[in-house]
């Protein structure tokens, strides 16, 4: 098996895998997409009662939003994760209280009237693990109106919880295997002008396969072709596969994580079976 990066940018990725099925690309699918850990906030604590700034102005502790929706948007902001630094929190050396190797606290502290961002949090501790995303809109804040939380973060896998998920849009396809006849073709160009994702060209006063990597499958140029000549199909021992990560890990990150997953159970399986040999 053979990987070929096309894409690689801190969030999408993009490869070529030969030499292999559909059954291991759905295996990869599924553990980058279930099995990757990642830092998502899970506990949110609301200040009640009035919030007083500087000036000793006194605010109301409200937002046009319940407390559950503020926390739920919360949750969903990517949290910068550093895999070797961080702990889950059930398996961490303070048994579960929360400590710096498998908690992040953030501080919300804004008054009104404004709008509340992502990167409003502010980590209590390392700047590193400050939002990156930070224009998502967290809710809008009117006149007297204040927002004062702290919020937790820590790590969990998309099996737990889709907050949890680094990976999105994980998806894959068979990489297209296309034969034009060149002896039959009558250089008409008409599949190159229906094609909607320009895999194919006039070149030299023929038809080429410009970008196999771009075709979806659609037959469109098949069935564009009197004369018959080009025959396309998909090949299910060289996968085409793509996703795209939140940005709390990087899509590299996520990749050799999912593959590092994937070496492990199949080792574990392996050992399994070979007991049962003996
Ligand atoms: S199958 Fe569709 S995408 Fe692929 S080359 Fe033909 S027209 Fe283009
Ligand atoms: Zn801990």
Request: net charge negative; with cysteine.
């Amino acid at each position: 098996m053979k990987i070929d990066i096309l894409e690689m940018t801190q969030t999408r990725a993009q490869f070529v895998i030969t030499d292999t099925n559909p059954a291991f690309a759905n295996a990869l699918r599924r553990t980058i997409v279930s099995d990757i850990p990642k830092m998502a906030i899970d506990n949110v604590e609301f200040h009640l009662g009035p919030i007083m700034d500087e000036k000793g102005t006194a605010f109301e502790s409200v937002s046009p939003l319940f407390d559950e929706v503020v926390a739920h948007r919360l949750s969903l902001v990517p949290v910068p994760t550093d895999l070797d630094a961080f702990n889950f929190r059930a398996k961490c050396s303070c048994n579960g209280e929360g400590c710096p190797s498998c908690t992040v606290m953030y501080s919300l502290n804004k008054k009104g009237p404004c709008t509340v961002y992502s990167g409003d949090l502010e980590p209590i501790g390392d700047a590193k693990l400050r939002i990156k995303d930070d224009l998502i809109p967290i809710v809008k804040l009117a006149e007297d109106q204040a927002l004062l939380v702290y919020a937790t973060a820590e790590l969990g896998t998309g099996k737990q919880h889709a907050k949890w998920q680094a990976a999105l849009g994980a998806g894959y396809r068979y990489f297209a295997k296309i034969h034009i006849d060149q002896a039959k073709c009558d250089i008409g160009g008409s599949c190159v002008k229906v094609c909607p994702k320009g895999v194919l060209a006039k070149e030299d006063k023929k038809i080429v396969v410009k970008h196999p990597e771009k075709c979806n499958l659609c037959n469109a140029c098949v069935e564009v072709c009197d004369a018959g000549v080009i025959k396309v199909s998909g090949d299910p021992t060289k996968i085409l596969f793509r996703f795209e990560t939140d940005g709390s890990l990087t899509a590299k990150q996520v990749l050799m994580r999912g593959l590092k997953n994937l070496e492990e159970r199949f080792e574990g399986l392996r050992e399994q079976i070979s007991t049962l040999e003996e």
